[in-house]
């Protein structure tokens, strides 16, 4: 009976222990979109060029520019982040007409973002307060230029703990059944 016990209590810790450790690891989704378009009346001919990237929470720029023109005022240039993931996309009427997928630095200026390939959302309100850069705290939302045809999202996604407890859950409602099977009341 006690062989039992320590069994239910080593799949509980397997499943419910790492939790914990993952449960800070935030992910920051970034979709940069630009809106080209034929009619602007018309969001049919609207064909959407958008790249996408993520950027975990704690980290660190590898690159910061600060403008010390006026050494009294310091203003924010730009942050880069080197060697990030990232894939461009191009559809149009909900049709996926091109996908690209590589690896570079992607740049936050004091406008908007840039991506590897030069892809730059301008005139766009940053998403993390630029006086305390080290690490961004990056604000879920969003973001859209005063052109209002590009834009930037925001989202934060914590993928980890949900997977580890859905799998869990799966593994213990599995686990209940075979122990029915094996076990049946009376």
Known sequence: MAWKRAVWVSVLLLIFGPVNAYADSIVYGFGVTHV???????PTTFTYQTGAFSLPHGRLPDF???DNSFPQNPMFENMAFYNV???MTSTKNGVLLSQSSGVGT?????????????????DAPLSF???????PEFQPGHYVSSTIIQ???VV?????PSTLLLIGSGVLGGVAMLRRKAYPRG
């Open 156 to 160: 934060a996604e914590t993928p980890e």
């Open 129 to 135: 307060d630029w006086h305390h850069l080290s690490p």
């Open 151 to 153: 834009y930037y999202d």
């Open 85 to 87: 993931p990232y894939t």
């Open 64 to 66: 910061v520019s600060i």
């Open 106 to 122: 992607v740049i936050f200026w004091f406008d908007g973002i840039e991506l590897p390939n030069g892809f730059h959302v301008y």
């Open 36 to 42: 080209l378009y034929e009619d602007l009346d018309d």
